[in-house]
């Protein structure tokens, strides 16, 4: 039997023995409903705000400026319609954002397009960052917010958030940002960074999939996000995902403890995949620069099709993706590769592993030996490699 080695932990990582053992007596004992008053509902309210602050200590934010969400792509939304919305009336038309947001951003904007708003998506280095400069020159007497990722979630580049935030602020325009890929690798500090809202996914810290937050700085105007009971404070009714959220409050916990040591594992496995491939492997290129993410390897290789090398790489136990979980099944090529200025056909040929503190250096070593057979293998099938 093949060794497994899962590598796309950007997509979603699996819940750990501590988030697991902190979620199980919601998922059975304590079932009780958070707004009920008698104990065991009581007990459910205060494991709630308990996760809050949790969550809350780990951005440098308050409890009251958390909301529990479904998934990070609910609070993205949420974040960018709310603001425009409330500030439509003002002359606040005008959002500013990037090329190569995940399309939670992107297709967002596109709707608000479609309603009359007007976006701005600024371009991205060939490293793939966002120049604050361009941030500041997009921003307009119409902006009413600039939404730009933590960290790519394709390349992983950390994008210059601190300097980001102090334009907006001076500017007086809410600054929202997507830390889905960012939250458990870097730390974050919301007042620091100037950081008006931010959005983060607890499945890709070991917690569950369905559960998200949305940070939104105290005073900063919020439209309900489900009208129907007094949960989130009455700004998003429905039963609170009690197990899920007792799972984020902890694995946001877990995530911000030994943060720089972690990473400082990881990366080292990280360099030594990069500098091996870009050694053996022929006709490859690293995409994104040197700020990355600690576990991120984004390589292109020429005259090689993404889906079949995932599918070689699948058979011999190491799970990997072409870009973004979220876009699977599209034939297009990757719009971070694109907006990095790729051609389509170096595009199509790109491979994503992503690493965190579970793998190990045998993982690493075993990647090593299976990746250059397949890609010779692949290779030599293709009509359009010359060798």
Known sequence: MNKFVYADNAATTKISDSVFNAMLPYLKDNYGNPSSIYSIGRDARKAIEVARQKVAKAINAQPNEIYFTGCGTEADNWAIKSTVELLKNKGKTHIVTSEFEHHAILHTCKTLEKQGFQVTYVPVSEEGYVSPKHIEEAITDKTAIVSIMYANNEIGTIQPIKEIGDICRRKGVLFHTDAVQAVGNVPIDVVDEKIDMLSLSGHKIHAPKGIGVLYVKRGVPLMNFIDGGAQERNR????????????????????????????????????????????????CRLNGGKNRLCGN??????????EALLLRLDMQGICGSSGSACTSGALDPSHVLMAIGLPHEIAHGSLRLSLNEYNTDEDVDYILEVLPKVITTLRAMSPIWKG
């Open 297 to 306: 390897v984004n390589i292109s290789f020429e005259a090689v099709e993404g």
């Open 236 to 283: 998003r009714g429905g039963t609170e995902n009690l197990a899920s959220i007792v799972g984020l409050g902890q694995a946001m916990e877990d995530a911000t403890t030994g943060l720089e040591e972690r990473c400082a594992k990881v990366s080292k496995m990280r360099d030594r995949l990069i500098d091996s491939i870009l050694t053996t492997i022929p006709k």
